[in-house]
């Protein structure tokens, strides 16, 4: 083994001195042609036409990317065939594949391999001729798109263009995710149609997507509404009428052009066909199949000459006609649970509508929304011969911390014998735990594959950009075999439900924030998310030159600042959940729930009654604390191991100081706090830190309302008042931050949680905290007794940081079915007893618990033999009760806290490698 390792050195010290031999060599060009930047510095792009991965459309796509951001830069550019073509002191590029001869001649000599996994690439320095040349190579195709649009990128945002073609090191990637997508909604004809039908738009952002590795496009369709009642923008909601004239039918969308319709369907042509010559599959999402809308005589549109007797044909034929029409079309998305339009249990109906894909002539991929899903449903879509993959909500429509969560809230839990309508018969009754996660897809012996979707509820209008996170978000969407995720966009939902406004959707009250196109604003997140997900342990590079680019001195402190205020968010999501849905809980713009009036509910239907902020459930209720539950706990001096808002509320103060910190550093060393960029960015790192700081003293606030509750003590009543007036300032710190920056009326949907302004938002702060005072002035002064004194003080001086478990436990690689699974730690502390909570890797079911056998520092338990046999893999963790009288949990989340909390174990001859 050491000789190897003294091998792997060699190789590497000769690779870098070969890479810097080609520096020097473009150092060389450099300075011999100093002072002429155009076209006296050449560069040779080699494509071999008999290299199928080099020759391929989608790779001289990338190579004329790379060709034209050289071009641009005032370099000379020639393509070739062979490297005898280039000239002698020209910069040469090769552009192979990896199985090619002359790349595998080239990787030899560099000493050096590209991965074979698919989607690979690597940029190796090499010679060839006794010249220097460059090898850009992937391991098919895709590969290479990747590796020639990194140069490109490289060059678009290097000092020099040419130097810019040689990597500080070498660089050998592949991903860590088969499948990392991008959707973007259709979901307002008045907000969606101007970039739908944007020629110009469509090409750069597909090459953006194409640049930051994102391998799906998923365009979709139908999402506008989740019921058919009061419907008034109909634009795209049954797709199908809006696209197609299907012979032997005479539906079509009531007041709709056929000329229009015809152009619907031009322009989606257009965009599979520019999707796909970027290497990238066009998925369409077509969620809506129901036509009749209800209690809707405002609807734009209505569709005519379709019958209930007729309707799962005309389905599966238009479906066909479709798939046909539109070739690039590479798998579609479908729900099938009753937001569809179709009550829930319709088996016939789906199945017939998968015919339509079954018989299109081609391969597929059908793409179930996992919501209602059971298992006579995938039976029926597996039937149709085609791919199946299965797309469950990671973290409810919202963004949680970087992990999945261990357990879901009470209300997803099913209840036996429970009924509901039948248009949402299985979704809100047996398969209710399908709601809002993984549910029981994640099977060993599963014949479909898995992508985890990211709903834009906590992250919707804000920048987001958190390189940690994404990086541990990457690792997560592998989760027991998973395949990877979709990020839907930021701005999806924009316009809903007849809501959409014509102009900008980015909702600037100030016009020269607005980009061109709105995606724009959110480059850097999709950066971070596209290079991530496709390699978690990515150089920092690639997002750092365009924050470079952008912000000059200030990148570095901005970056920083950016990532502590993403934190903020996520975190609230999982503590701290009054709804699951992003209609009913905007966090971006937060709907102030109240402290004490429980018949105030508002938009948070979901939340437990009464329906106060201190009884919310943690959307991991599995590993934090319920407000409530906490300040009781305390109170009866019996504390578990989850986590409390107390250290929560730690958590978001830190991240709050540390982006308001790095943001002052960054306005520092901001050469222009004028320009674009840089006023898009510091008002949204303002706000979520504010939200930060506000959540925090809320969450104090509300344990000290409890105590107060539970003890009539006044002091109580006191602290609570000041923490929630701490709360109001820093919720008026930062609507002045969005003050002149966003509209007045920020518009993401119709109700009033999802419109509005910041600082509309003060008023109900305000009766709330009038509420509490009102109940201080009618209560006299009285001693505070000192067991309670101490639990306020203790409220107050909160602090993030848990004592370290000193503990050593080492997983098992895999399990034996139907064995018992023994379970060993090793505590270095004094400890009082262990707890073993564990569970299959099924949100249908709830944990079990163990007590451990204790013997000294050594704990021991097993997992009976029965519950193994399960063909699921085992999650579990632990809680230790020390002799000090503290409940901790191992591994519980790590100081950074973006590490997985519990152990995952895979079955023994497990198809899939977690």
Not at 553 to 558: D, E, F, I, P, T
Not at 635 to 662: C, H, I, M, N, T
Not at 823 to 850: G, W
Request: aromatic share 10%; charged share 25%.
């Amino acid at each position: 083994m050491g000789e190897e390792r003294k091998a792997r050195k060699l190789k590497r010290r000769e690779f870098i001195k070969l890479a810097g031999s080609f520096a020097g060599a473009l150092a060389g060009t450099h300075r011999a042609q100093a002072g002429s930047m155009d076209t006296s510095r050449r560069v040779s792009i080699v494509i071999d036409p008999a290299d199928p991965a080099a020759s391929c459309a989608p790779a001289r796509w990338a190579a004329t990317e790379l060709e034209q951001a050289l071009r641009a830069r005032g370099a000379a550019v020639q393509m070739c065939q062979r490297v005898s073509q280039a000239g002698a002191s020209d910069v040469c590029i090769v552009a192979a594949g990896s199985k090619s001869a002359l790349a595998t001649r080239l990787m030899k000599q560099a000493r050096a391999v590209c991965g074979d996994r698919p989607e690979a690439l690597a940029l190796l320095p090499s010679n060839l001729q006794g010249r220097k040349v460059l090898l850009a190579c992937g391991s098919d195709s895709r590969g290479l798109i990747y590796a020639l649009l990194e140069l490109s990128d490289r060059v678009k945002h290097g000092s020099d263009p040419i130097l810019a073609l040689q990597p500080g090191a070498p660089i050998v990637e592949q991903p860590s995710n088969p499948v990392r997508g991008v959707m973007r909604l259709f979901a307002s004809d008045v907000e969606d149609k101007p970039w739908y039908c944007d020629r110009e738009m469509w090409p750069h952002y597909l090459t953006m997507i194409a640049t930051q590795r994102f391998n799906r496009f998923n365009l979709s369709l139908g999402l506008g509404y989740d019921f058919l009642r009061r419907v008034t923008d109909a634009y795209f909601l049954f797709p199908y009428p809006f696209l197609l004239s299907v012979p032997g039918y005479t539906v079509r969308a009531a007041g709709l052009p056929d000329a229009e319709r015809e152009r619907n369907l031009d322009m989606l042509k257009f965009i599979g066909e520019q999707t796909v010559a970027r290497g990238l599959q066009f998925q369409l999402g077509l969620w809506m199949h129901g036509y009749e809308w209800i209690d809707s005589p405002n609807a734009n549109y209505t569709i005519e000459g379709l019958t209930r007797a007729r309707h799962a044909a005309y389905c599966r034929d238009a479906l066909r006609l479709l798939l046909q029409t539109c070739p690039a079309i590479g798998g579609v998305t479908l729900r099938t649970h009753g937001e569809s339009g179709v009550d829930e249990g319709s088996y016939d109906f789906w199945r017939t509508v998968f015919d339509g894909v079954a018989t299109c002539g081609r391969r597929v991929e059908i793409d179930l929304h996992p919501k209602g899903l059971d298992q006579t449903m995938l039976d029926n879509a597996k039937r149709a011969g085609q791919p199946i993959t299965v797309s469950p909500k990671f973290w409810a429509e919202h963004l949680g911390m970087p992990y999945h969560q261990a357990d879901i809230r009470e209300l997803e839990v099913p209840k036996e014998g429970k009924q509901t309508s039948r248009l949402m018969n299985l979704s809100e009754g047996s398969r209710s735990f399908m709601r809002y996660g993984y549910g029981d897809l994640l099977r060993e012996d599963r014949s479909w594959s898995v992508i985890h979707r990211v709903w834009p509820g906590s992250q919707r209008l804000l920048m987001w950009g958190d390189p940690a996170a994404a990086a541990a978000c990457s690792k997560a969407f592998r989760f027991c075999g998973s395949d990877g995720a979709e990020i839907m966009e930021p701005l999806s939902f924009k316009g809903r439900r007849g809501s959409g406004l014509a102009g900008s959707r980015t909702a600037y009250a100030d016009t020269a924030l607005v980009p061109r196109w709105d995606w724009q604003k959110y480059e850097y997140t999709y950066r971070l998310w596209g290079r991530l997900l496709y390699n978690s342990e990515s150089d920092p590079d690639p997002w750092r030159r365009c924050l470079r680019t952008q912000l000059g001195k200030a990148a570095g402190n901005l970056e920083s600042a950016l990532a502590s205020a993403s934190r903020i968010l996520p975190i609230i999501t999982t503590a701290h959940l009054p709804s699951a849905a992003n209609n009913n809980y905007w966090p971006e713009m937060y709907a102030n729930q109240s402290l004490i009036d429980g018949a105030n509910r508002g938009s948070y239907s979901d939340t437990p009654s009464p329906k106060v902020f201190g009884n919310v459930s943690p959307l991991d209720p599995q590993l934090f604390s319920r407000i409530n539950d906490f300040a009781d706990e305390l109170l009866e001096g019996q504390r578990g191991g989850k986590y409390s808002p107390l250290e929560v509320a730690a958590w978001l103060d830190g991240f709050a100081d540390a982006a308001y910190k790095q943001l002052a550093l960054g306005a520092a060393a901001a050469s222009d706090q004028q320009q674009p960029d840089y006023r898009r960015l510091a008002p949204d790192v303002s706000i979520q830190a504010g939200l930060g700081r506000f959540f925090a003293a809320k969450f104090r606030a509300a344990v000290l309302y409890r105590i107060f509750e539970k003890t009539g003590e006044r002091a109580a009543l006191q602290s609570a008042t000041e923490q929630y007036r701490l709360a109001r300032a820093a919720w008026a710190e930062l609507s002045a931050a969005a003050q002149g920056v966003y509209l007045k009326d920020v518009t993401v949907g119709e109700l009033p949680q999802l419109r509005g302004h910041w600082q509309d938002r003060l008023p109900a702060i305000d009766r709330d905290i009038n509420l509490l005072a009102e109940k201080l002035n009618g209560i006299e002064s009285a001693h505070t007794r000192a067991s309670v004194a101490l639990l306020i003080n203790e409220v107050l001086a909160g602090s993030a940081s848990r004592p370290v478990l000193k503990c050593r436990h080492t997983p098992p690689s895999r399990f034996a079915p139907a064995q018992p699974l023994e379970i060993r730690l090793s505590v270095d502390e004094p400890i009082k007893s262990v707890r073993l909570y564990y569970r299959h890797v099924d949100q249908a079911e709830r944990f079990n618990t163990t007590e451990m056998h204790v013997d000294g520092g050594k704990c021991y338990a097993a997992i009976p033999a029965a519950y193994a046999g399960a063909d699921y893999p085992l999650q579990y963790y632990f809680e230790v009760k020390t002799t000090a009288g503290r409940a901790l949990l191992w591994p519980g989340f790590s100081k950074e806290l973006t590490n997985q909390p519990y152990y995952v174990i895979r079955r023994e001859r497990a198809d899939r490698d977690s």
